[in-house]
């Protein structure tokens, strides 16, 4: 395959994580400008596993995202007692005091007379678990993917249960929820931390995908734009997110006439399209109205 | 001690600017109950109008501040047709995304006209700075320090003492009653919008003044700055925004000074979260009674 295009599809790939994360926090009703802080946390959490303590790289993935997933249920519980703008702006202090964080962490050990792990400002170089057991970048798209199709299953799945229900209410009215005898505030815990596991696992997968993490990436723009996928895309269904990556990194990275002015014609797009649709292309309403012709289609098609 | 009290006098100083950005944002945020994330890259395309000014034309301070304050204005009412009229009540998610989108595209429009890393901007004064025994202050921070006062005096006359601030006042409170009343919301709010937005121009004006130059990157910085001195002071409380900068200003100065560069931003993160935790209503943040009384003070 053209390596430009495995470069761009992977890109995709591990900014839907980031981007499913943020959706499920809106799904509950909570606007996140910090899912960033997790994916950073699991960055740097996997590498350390893979590249100093010598782990397999799927303990080191969901060790990673095991930490993030931590690392959110404990912020929910303080943070979550404030509600809506309040919310976000923590969030944001949160992930921007995680990034800062990371400006100064150090932690290195000697590994074949060579000093690996995180050196503050000038990033964690080094984590070549994927080069050292000879994964070509092709397969590793493959590994992200298939990562991606699990999780998006399981949003799915959750879309189905009980529990998906009660996020769907929790987002529409918390009052109502509470009077269902059901505890928001557990529940939206439990949202932060699911969203935490999923921003993790895209960040293990993004460190040993570039080898090299450095603090700012990890910054607030990251954070804004992966919850602007879902608002793009649509909250009505884990794709929705998803769309939302495809049109910007996809399309607008890809079309090189746009090159220079991608953030003037994307920027210009989201905001028109946010007055015509604001819950994203495919909200709800979309999504119903889709099922109700495909379940048409299918009696149909008994019918005769 | 003497050190404390100097990074004191730096922390109130800097934490002027902070505070100047604050005003423009709490007014927009008290009235639209929305937050508007394109405040900063608004304020830096006024700015960015006056360099051009100063450059191609070598225009003289006057026509640089007021080319700023035109060209913030006119990016503030764009966002305000766009991100927030156009887009109705409710969601207020959208709108905060559509800022952030407007956002990205006014700081590429800067960089493709500007794409170098600063630019000069006339100076605001060439005056040394003045010591009284061991401590120093700078002329042009002081002016900033000044200019906030005199802003939020202004701005406090305007919304009590008119019936532009009353109508202004009323819709905050309630837009609904107030459209009742025969307020046009749409008109109230597209001005109050373009206030802020001036406020955010002579803020732009003088804080790239007292740096002499300008640079892409001060978008991003004011909306944060902004923001947090906003929220330490209390959402839409206008004297909160003041005492929000000017704490801001005094904790930035004060780890900068004792911890090192790399817990400035750090540290300014950190009040703000706990802020947010422990106490959201900021500093003044507004109860429910002086709301209420706020809300019934006649003109």
Known sequence: MDPYLVSVLSNIGMISFIALSAYLLLLVGEISFGQQAFFAISAYGSGIATAMWGWPFWLGLLWGAAVAGLAATLIAVPTLRIRGLYFSIATLAFAEMVRLIFEIFKYQVEIDGELVGPDGSDGFRDIRYIYDSDISQTEYMFIIYGVLVLVLASFFLLERSRLGSIFRMLGEDPMLTEMQGLNATFYKIMASGMAGVVAGLGGGLYAHLTTYVEPKIFNVMLGVHSLAYGLIGGLGTALGPLIGVGIDIGFLESVRAISGYRMIVFGGLVAVLLIVRPRGLLDERAVYWLRQRVRRLKSDVRSD | ?299
């Open chain 2, 1 to 299: 001690m003497v050190d404390f009290i100097q990074n004191c006098l730096d922390g109130v100083m800097l934490g002027s600017s902070y505070a100047l950005l604050a005003i423009g944002f709490t007014l927009i945020f008290g009235i639209m109950r929305r937050l508007n994330l394109s405040y900063g890259p608004s304020i830096m395309l006024g700015a960015f109008v006056g360099t051009l000014l100063y450059l191609e034309f070598q225009a003289d301070a006057v026509v640089v501040a007021a080319a700023t304050v035109a060209g913030a204005v006119l990016a503030g009412m764009y966002v305000e047709r766009l991100c927030f009229w156009a887009i109705r009540q409710g969601a207020a998610a959208a709108s905060m995304v559509s800022s952030f989108a407007i956002w990205m595209q006014l700081e590429e429009l800067v960089t493709v006209f500007f794409p170098e890393r600063t630019y000069p901007f006339p100076p605001l004064t060439e005056a040394e700075p003045f010591s009284f025994g061991p401590f120093f202050i700078k002329v042009e921070n002081l002016a900033m320090f000044l200019c906030a006062l005199v802003l939020m005096a202004l701005l406090h006359v305007v919304l009590y003492r008119t019936r532009f601030g009353l109508a202004v006042r009323a819709v905050s409170e309630n837009p609904l009653a107030a459209r009742f009343m025969g307020i046009n919301i749409g008109a109230v709010m597209f001005w109050a919008f373009a206030a802020a937005s001036a406020l955010g121009g002579v803020a732009a004006f003088l804080i790239a003044g007292a740096d002499a130059q300008i640079t892409p990157l001060f978008g991003l910085w004011a909306t944060f700055k902004g923001m947090i001195a906003m929220m330490l002071g209390g959402m839409g409380s206008i004297p909160g925004a003041i005492l929000g900068g000017l704490l801001l200003g005094v904790v930035e100065a004060q780890s900068l000074w004792y911890l090192g560069t790399e817990y400035r931003d750090l540290s300014a993160y950190f009040l703000l979260f706990l802020f947010l935790v422990l106490r959201p209503g900021g500093l003044l943040g507004h109860g429910r009674a002086t709301r209420e009384r706020a809300a019934t003070h006649r003109v």
